[in-house]
C-alpha cells in the first residue's frame, strides 16, 4: 500500500513562530503536493513539487515556502504563522503523468 | 466561477436508498477526474480515476460514470458505513495538479 505519512497530527503554534510540516512517502513517487482544506473552501493547492530541488506555486503560495531536498520528503514552512493560517494540511503524492494522488493523513494547525 | 462544482452539498439517504452525486467540470483538455472519499478528521481516501467519456469504474456499492461535461458517484443500497464526504477532482492540460470540488457531505442512516 501507498504510504503517506505527515510528521504530526495536531499542532499548535504561536503566532509569528516559523512552522514546519514534514511530509515522507515511501512509494518513489515523483509529484508532491501541499494541499490546505477550510470549511467551505475546499482543498486549495499551495505548492508542488514534481521532482528533488523543483517546485512550483499552487493557488495560494502567499505566506508559504517548500523544501524538497530528497525525492520522498516534501516540507511545508510558514515563515511566520498568523492566524488566518489556521487549517488542516494535507500533503499527497503521485507518480509523474496523470494519476491519482494519495493523501496522507493531514496536520490539524492551529495558530493563537 | 469554479472549475468543479458538486452537487448536492449535503445529501441525506436511508439505508438502502439509491442515489447520485454529481460533479460537473468546465477545464478545456480533461485529462483524467478523480473520485476521493474523506472521513471527519482524515485526509482524502482514492476512490477512482475516469479518463474518457464513456467510462465506468464500479467498487462495491459504488459506481463512477463520466460524460463530456460531468461525472457521477452512483451509490446503491448505501449503508451507514459510507457516509463521508466525497470530492471529486480534475486534472486539465498539461498540469499534473488536482483541482478539486467542495465536496458532498452524504449520510446513511440505518
Known amino acids: 500500500d501507498v504510504k503517506v505519512t505527515q510528521s504530526s497530527r495536531y499542532l499548535v503554534k504561536r503566532t509569528g513562530e516559523k512552522v514546519f510540516l514534514e511530509c515522507v512517502q515511501d512509494?518513489?513517487?515523483?509529484?508532491m503536493f501541499w494541499y490546505r482544506q477550510d470549511p467551505g473552501l475546499g482543498l486549495r493547492l499551495i505548492y508542488f513539487s514534481y521532482d528533488v530541488k523543483m517546485k512550483e506555486k499552487g493557488d495560494i503560495p502567499e505566506g508559504y515556502s517548500v523544501s524538497r531536498e530528497k525525492k520522498e520528503r516534501f516540507s511545508l514552512i510558514l515563515e511566520s504563522a498568523s492566524t488566518n493560517q489556521t487549517s488542516m494540511y494535507l500533503c499527497?503524492?503521485?507518480?509523474?503523468?496523470?494519476?491519482?494522488?494519495?493523501f496522507g493523513q493531514g496536520t490539524r494547525l492551529t495558530v493563537v | 466561477e469554479d472549475q468543479v462544482t458538486q452537487s448536492p452539498e449535503a445529501l441525506r439517504l436511508q439505508e438502502g436508498e439509491s442515489s447520485s452525486l454529481n460533479c460537473s467540470y468546465t477545464?478545456?483538455?480533461?485529462?483524467?477526474l478523480f473520485w476521493y472519499r474523506q472521513d471527519p478528521g482524515k485526509g482524502p481516501e482514492f476512490l477512482f480515476t475516469?479518463?474518457?467519456a464513456g467510462e465506468e469504474k464500479e467498487k462495491e456499492r459504488l459506481k463512477a460514470t463520466l460524460t463530456k461535461k460531468e461525472s457521477f458517484l452512483h451509490i446503491t443500497a448505501p449503508k451507514p458505513e459510507d457516509s463521508a464526504t466525497y470530492l471529486c477532482a480534475v486534472q486539465e492540460g498539461s498540469n499534473y495538479k488536482l483541482t478539486f470540488g467542495k465536496g458532498t457531505l452524504l449520510t446513511v442512516n440505518p
Open positions: 512509494m518513489d513517487h515523483e509529484n
Open positions: 475516469l479518463y474518457s
Open positions: 477545464v478545456s483538455g480533461l485529462r483524467g
Open positions: 499527497a503524492s503521485s507518480f509523474v503523468g496523470y494519476t491519482e494522488a494519495f
